[in-house]
Each structure stands twice: as structure tokens, then as C-alpha cells.
T-cell receptor, first 114, second 115 residues
């Protein structure tokens, strides 16, 4: 695996509580991404970052926020978790932002919102 | 927006048999094309990619895919399936001129290998 660590690996939380997922990389890659994986939907992009403090929305960003204060860390926050946010969340990194620089994925965080 | 269709959410083949996983894309302009594999409890990893040049692309673990513009397809094949090939496979596509944030994934095909 590329040096990508996601934490926690599993989390169960209650509706309405805030949740923060962390992605840490040791590759010094500029680009970082948060995806969610749901059956029948493949992977969908939530937010991405193209540098420290530079972030943008993806396809399914509603209800999520992100922060990147250091190159190596990209945080995903659910301000008030809902059951529809039960999913497996993947962080990915790429050296450049173009398709010639493919994505490398972490091992995912399984989040259950009850 | 680009879209990608993977025919068959589940495919089963016998060990030693041909593996064929189908992927079709929607763009009229040849895009960038990718196949990723996901083993249980792991993230996705790149199998192979087509960006330009030769239309038959070879990847890791004996897999290959052929870009066919006339059929808007990028099917994944392996001549002889191995038990270790059991995993979920995702086709992905990106329009030329755009970044990874525009990468669109298919819904995946789960490959089962029958001993």
C-alpha cells in the first residue's frame, strides 16, 4: 500500500452527532480525495484537496466538510450524522491531479450511523 | 457528464477459465479508462489504465483490457482465472482535459472463482 492510513477503521455513532474521519499520508502527495462507497453506486467523490487549505466539493458533498491544514492530513467531518451517511469511506491520494497520476487508496473507514 | 456501465454485478468463473468483465462508457471522445480491483476489507488498487497509444493494455496479475472506440468499450480479460482473482472490479473513466476529481466509477463487478 501507498503510505495512507485512515482512522478509525470502524465507527458506530448516533444520528445527530458530529464525526471526524482522518486520512494521513506519508507520500507527500499534493492531491487528496474523500470518497464514499455504497452498494449499487460504486465510489462517489465527496470532497478533494489540491493543496494545504485548498479544497473543493465533489459530487456528493452535502452534509460533509473537510479541512487540510498540513500536506499529510485530510479530515472529513460530518457535522450532524444521518443514517444516509452510513457507508464505507475511502481516502485517496495522487501525486498530480490528472488521470496520468492515478489514485492510491487507503483501506477505508466503515461508518454506521444508528 | 461521463458515465460508465459495468454489465453484470456478479460474475462467476471456474478456476482456469477465461475471465471477461465488461465495461462501456458514454463519451463520443475517447476518454482515459481505468480498471481498479478491490480485495475484501481493502481499498482499490489500479490494475491498468488506457490514456493514449496502444489500445491493448496489459496490467498486473495477468489482466489486460482492450480499448475499442467503435464499441465504446474497455473490457477486462484474463486467460486463466486463479482463486486469488476473487475480488470486486471497478471500471472508471475520465474525460480528457479534466482532473481526477472528474473520475467516474462504475458500480462494480464482483468476481467469484469456482474451484
Amino acid at each position: 500500500d501507498a503510505g495512507i492510513t485512515q482512522s478509525p477503521r470502524h465507527k458506530v455513532t448516533e444520528t445527530g452527532t458530529p464525526v471526524t474521519l482522518r486520512c494521513h499520508q506519508t507520500e507527500n502527495h499534493r492531491y487528496m480525495y474523500w470518497y464514499r462507497q455504497d452498494p449499487g453506486h460504486g465510489l462517489r467523490l465527496i470532497h478533494y484537496s489540491y493543496g494545504v487549505k485548498d479544497t473543493d466539493k465533489g459530487e456528493v458533498s452535502d452534509g460533509y466538510s473537510v479541512s487540510r491544514s498540513k500536506t499529510e492530513d485530510f479530515l472529513l467531518t460530518l457535522e450532524s450524522a444521518t443514517s444516509s451517511q452510513t457507508s464505507v469511506y475511502f481516502c485517496a491520494i495522487s501525486e498530480a491531479g490528472t488521470p496520468n497520476s492515478p489514485l492510491h487508496f487507503g483501506n477505508g473507514t466503515r461508518l454506521t450511523v444508528t | 457528464a461521463q458515465s460508465v456501465t459495468q454489465l453484470g454485478s456478479h460474475v462467476s468463473v471456474s478456476e482456469g477459465a477465461l475471465v471477461l468483465l465488461r465495461c462501456n462508457y458514454s463519451s463520443s471522445v475517447p476518454p482515459y479508462l481505468f480498471w481498479y480491483v478491490q480485495y475484501p476489507n481493502q481499498g482499490l488498487q489500479l490494475l491498468l489504465k488506457y490514456t493514449t497509444g496502444a489500445t491493448l493494455v496489459k496490467g498486473i496479475n495477468g489482466f489486460e483490457a482492450e480499448f475499442k472506440k467503435s464499441e465504446t468499450s474497455f473490457h477486462l480479460t484474463k486467460p486463466s482465472a486463479h482463486m486469488s482473482d476473487a475480488a470486486e472490479y471497478f471500471c472508471a473513466v475520465s474525460d480528457r482535459g479534466f482532473g481526477n476529481e472528474k473520475l467516474t466509477f462504475g458500480t462494480g463487478t464482483r468476481l467469484t472463482i469456482i474451484p
